[in-house]
């Protein structure tokens, strides 16, 4: 099913290539209620509210087609596989020019100015891009074949078609492990980590990594579907780590243990 979805925030998902032409009519049907049918390029499309996981939004579709719960689930389904980030991860992808294929992002970490600068000259001849963030550099490579950098640490992603992910992926690592060298992404279970987990999101996070599905985590918490999305969503945007990648999981389990990788407790 092709469809349009969208709150009153902007376009979600657009499979039928005119989300932002219908995107004024979603106040309407939001504020109103109501179903609006608009035809755009030859077609005829019907704007309804509907209620998700993620909330009251409005669904687009094909005016032939209806609504039915079959739908209703393909929506809960679209938005849970639907990748969200920061704003922080946002704002560092909107400075990253062009991004084509899969791609490493490698942020480093260095002693003191002179190292940092010493790293750069290391990594030039295999960086494809480079970032100045503040107390890191961005770096954007097409391989993770890179040199040895003495007195740094360099987080580097798994190969990435979003650069949003690539530096989710990349400042995760450098949130969590410990000492210097060069980190993998795809080698997070085989490094030292220390994991900080707020006193008041243990029992939430316990909760979701006990739980199958949303619906299971929004029963162990006694809230509605929609609530248990929006916390999940926080904790993944607060911790930078994802519940449904298990790489991501041993990150929180550690957390909620409150000691570091290999640490006795």
């Known amino acids: ?29 939001l504020q109103s209620n109501t179903s609006v049918s608009v035809r755009s390029h030859g077609l005829e499309i019907l704007l309804t509210p509907i ?32 990748r969200r980030w920061p704003d922080s991860v946002e704002q560092l ?6 991004w084509r294929g899969k791609r490493y992002v490698g942020l480093l ?6 190292q940092r600068c010493a790293a750069r000259e290391r990594l030039s001849s295999v960086a494809i891009g480079t970032l100045n ?41 450098d949130r969590y492990v410990l000492g210097e060298g060069t980190f993998f992404y795809e080698k997070l279970f085989e490094y030292d980590l220390n994991v900080k987990i707020d006193d008041s999101d ?4 316990a909760h979701r990594l006990l739980s199958k599905d949303l619906q299971s985590f ?8 929609s609530e248990a999305f929006r916390m999940q ?6 911790y930078l780590l994802r519940f449904d990648v298990g790489l991501e999981c041993h990150a929180y389990v550690l957390g909620l243990t409150g000691g570091k990788k290999g640490e006795k407790q």
């Open 51 to 82: 209620e998700t996981i993620a909330g009251r939004l409005v669904l687009g579709f094909l005016k032939d087609e209806s609504l039915s719960d079959a739908v209703r689930c393909y929506v809960d389904h679209l938005l849970l596989s639907e």
């Open 1 to 29: 099913m092709r469809c349009v979805l969208a709150s009153a925030e902007g376009i979600i998902r657009d499979d039928i290539g005119v989300g932002n032409e219908l995107f004024s009519y979603v106040q309407l049907v």
């Open 233 to 238: 969503m926080e904790l993944e945007n607060k």
């Open 93 to 98: 992808a909107s400075q990253i020019d062009a």
């Open 218 to 225: 929004a029963t162990a918490l006694n809230v509605s579907p």
């Open 109 to 114: 970490r260095a002693r003191d100015f002179a």
């Open 133 to 173: 963030v503040g107390e890191h550099d961005l770096y954007i490579f097409s391989t993770n074949l890179l040199p040895v950098l003495p007195n740094a640490k360099l987080c580097v992603s798994s190969a990435c078609e979003d650069p949003r992910e690539a530096i989710r992926e990349a400042l995760l690592l």
């Open 202 to 205: 243990l029992e939430t996070i």
